[in-house]
């Protein structure tokens, strides 16, 4: 019983913490509006980051409700 109630805990658990990611998406441009290629995207405080593509366009997961992002790319001020 006590197996069965420790399982079932966990599965509670796991599915509120996969319900606290959510998904930040958006396009970083310079002031002539044009796309930055390959800028860096980091939530602050943690590992989780990644590039904009082509179009300056991004993805990236976060955890909870609220989340800084950080941008950086060369030659420019990072925000």
Excluded: C, H, W
Excluded at 53 to 68: N, R
Aim: charge should be positive; glycine fraction near 12%; hydrophobic fraction near 40%.
């Amino acid at each position: 019983m006590k197996r069965r109630l420790l399982v079932l805990s966990l599965m509670v658990f796991s599915t509120f913490s996969l319900l606290a990611q959510r998904t930040i998406t958006g396009k970083v441009k310079d002031d002539k509006s044009e796309p930055l290629i390959g800028a860096s995207i980091l939530v602050k405080g943690t590992n989780t980051g990644t590039v904009t593509d082509l179009d300056g366009g991004f993805q990236v997961q976060v955890q909870g409700g609220t989340a800084t992002l950080i941008v950086s790319y060369t030659g420019y001020a990072t925000k």
